[in-house]
């Protein structure tokens, strides 16, 4: 299950950020993880002045919007970090880390659900797609600055190479409070039906709906 979400910041939320993807420093994407040969971008320099404030305003558009809340059901979320790439870079086919060590927070994240939240105007680069393999099909995304993406973390995935201009985006991962996509998946939906057909049911009957997917959370979290 994947979601996507335009215009997820405001606008003066995109506007911080992207001023401080200019302003601040970046390091070689590879010093976080040295043996992934497939990584060739950049990140925020987390002693950089703008980090805490950017990881502080995708942390707080995440507790702000309550369609994101619903998908991920989120019990931990790892602080977002700028990313950049340049033309030429690009990040090969991988699958993200089971367990993040947090080493910061001294904690360990695991990792249920991968977010990607876009920066730069999409018109103003050449590939950089985030590619999901999902089964036997790889899917493109790439959206508006501002937009998120959240998928399982189980897929493989890649970013295409950039051939113009510079993406920058902010990833982070969600340790969710339903450990199995699956169950995940089928808590979201009865959500989904009860906002959207629950002013048309009789008031027993969506209870009797809220009753199933609040005991089903009880069973699985």
Same mark, same amino acid.
């Given at each position: ?12 939320? @995109?506007? $911080? !950020? ?12 590879? =010093? #976080?993880?040295p043996h992934n040969k497939a990584k060739n971008n950049e990140q925020i320099d987390q002693a950089a002045p703008g ?50 060590? @947090?080493? $910061? !927070? ?12 876009? =920066? #730069? ?68 939906? @009865? ?31």
């Amino acid at each position: 299950m994947i979601l996507e979400i335009e215009n997820f910041l405001t606008p003066q939320e @995109l506007q $911080r !950020l992207q001023q401080i993807g200019d302003e601040s420093s970046f390091l070689n994407g590879r =010093l #976080s993880n040295p043996h992934n040969k497939a990584k060739n971008n950049e990140q925020i320099d987390q002693a950089a002045p703008g980090y805490k404030e950017s990881s502080q305003i995708v942390g707080n558009a995440m507790a702000r919007h309550e369609g994101f809340r619903d998908f991920a059901m989120p019990n931990r979320i790892a602080p977002p970090l700028l990313c950049k790439y340049e033309a030429g870079m690009a990040y090969g086919t991988h699958v993200d880390a089971a367990l993040l060590p @947090l080493i $910061r !927070l001294n904690m360990t994240l695991r990792s249920d659900i991968s977010v990607t939240v876009f =920066l #730069s105007d999409h018109t103003s680069y050449d590939g950089g797609e985030l590619v999901l393999h999902i089964e036997s099909r790889k899917v493109p995304i790439k959206l508006p600055a501002g937009g998120l993406v959240a998928y399982p973390s189980t897929f493989l995935h890649e970013v295409a190479e950039v051939t113009r201009g510079q993406r920058l985006v902010a990833i982070t991962f969600v340790e969710s409070q339903i450990i199995d996509e699956r169950h995940r998946h089928m808590i979201y939906s @009865l959500g989904e039906i009860s906002a959207l057909e629950g002013l048309t049911m009789k008031p027993e009957n969506r209870m009797r709906l809220d009753l199933v997917r609040h005991n089903l959370i009880r069973m699985w979290s």
